[in-house]
């Protein structure tokens, strides 16, 4: 880690591991996590994701999304490049459509005597325009602040039975 302030140019940004638990049965949570038409409900960056006529889970899977990332759209492209869902776990590899940088995200979930407990782990390469614009630290807390966000809504929507209902909401009308 840096000092307070450093600019970084290059260096990859790990977050620590987060988890939640979810106290749901571990197949609903299971199914909900690595389902890709939920994740713009509990995610804090994505907010759009395609194509989602095929969600099965398998390796060399893409989608395509849109990211906001401090202030910023970003378009990518994230390819599924581990996946076991008899072991409950994926990674999938981000990277940005016109430029440099790379995300690996780790998801796990496991199986416990109260539901599950989703873990994330990110590794994050910063693309040029944000590595050399802001400081080590910042990139740190927003990776982490994300994942820890993205947590809480997936515990908050599964344990209140929301999946449904979030999943129909349209927004306002006009």
Not at 38 to 59: C, K, N, Q, Y
Not at 60 to 65: D, I, P, T, V, W
Not at 92 to 108: S, Y
Request: charged share 25%; hydrophobic share 45%; glycine share 8%.
């Amino acid at each position: 880690m840096g000092t307070p302030g450093e600019r970084v140019a290059s260096r990859a940004v790990v977050t620590p591991h987060a988890a939640a638990l979810v106290r749901r049965p571990v197949d609903v949570v299971t199914a909900y996590v690595f389902d890709p038409r939920t994740m713009p409900h509990w995610s804090g960056v994505l907010f759009a994701i395609e194509p989602v006529d095929d969600v099965e889970p398998r390796v060399g899977r893409r989608l395509r999304a849109e990211l906001k990332v401090l202030g910023v759209r970003v378009a990518v492209e994230g390819e599924l490049v581990d996946a076991d869902m008899a072991e409950r776990r994926a990674t999938v590899r981000i990277l940005p459509l016109d430029g440099d940088g790379a995300i690996e995200h780790r998801v796990l979930v496991e199986p416990t005597d109260d539901g599950a407990v989703v873990h994330f782990w990110n590794r994050i390469e910063p693309p040029g325009w944000l590595a050399g614009a802001v400081s080590e630290q910042l990139i740190e807390a927003f990776v982490d602040h994300t994942a820890r966000f993205a947590l809480d809504n997936i515990r908050a929507i599964l344990e209140n039975h929301d999946e449904g209902a979030v999943a129909g909401l349209a927004g306002p009308a006009g």
